[in-house]
C-alpha cells in the first residue's frame, strides 16, 4: 500500500495530541499586617485562561479560571495542576524564588524594629 505524504502527514497531526504552551507566573505575599496575597495568571497558548481572584481552599490556592479550565498550586508556589478547556491535564513542579526584606517599622538604615515580607515568585514554561 502506498501512502501519499499529505495523507500521511494529515493522519500523524490528528493521531499526535497537541502540546500546549503553559505558562504560569505569579508571586505568593506574606506580609506581617495585610496577610497573605497572591497575584498569578496562567496562560494556554498564549490565551491568558486563569486570572483574577483566588481562594484558599485546603491548604492550596484555587484560581478563577475561564469556561471549564481549572488551576491549582500548593500553599507555597511549589507545585501546580492545570486541566485546560478541553480537559487536557498537566502537572508540574515549580521552581519558587523566595525574597524577604523589610516592609514595616524602621526599616532599612533607620535602626529600629523592623517586620519581614516574603514573596515567593515563580516563571513557568511548558511545551513552549
Known amino acids: 500500500m502506498k501512502f501519499s505524504l499529505p495523507t500521511t502527514l ?10 500546549a504552551c503553559v505558562r504560569s ?4 505575599t506574606t506580609h506581617p499586617i495585610m496577610g497573605t496575597t497572591i497575584g498569578a495568571t496562567l496562560t494556554d497558548n498564549g490565551l491568558k485562561v486563569c486570572d483574577g481572584e483566588r481562594t484558599d481552599a485546603d491548604g492550596k490556592w484555587v484560581y478563577k479560571c475561564v469556561g471549564k479550565a481549572t488551576m491549582t498550586i500548593t500553599k507555597f508556589g511549589t507545585h501546580a495542576w492545570y486541566k485546560n478547556i478541553d480537559g487536557a491535564t498537566y502537572e508540574w513542579d515549580q521552581n ?16 529600629g524594629a523592623c517586620m519581614s515580607c516574603t514573596d515567593k515568585s515563580w516563571d513557568v514554561k511548558l511545551y513552549c
Open 25 to 28: 507566573e505569579g508571586t505568593i
Open 96 to 111: 519558587v524564588k523566595v525574597d524577604r526584606y523589610g516592609c514595616v517599622g524602621a526599616c532599612e538604615d533607620r535602626k
Open 10 to 19: 494529515i493522519a500523524l497531526l490528528v493521531a499526535t495530541p497537541a502540546l
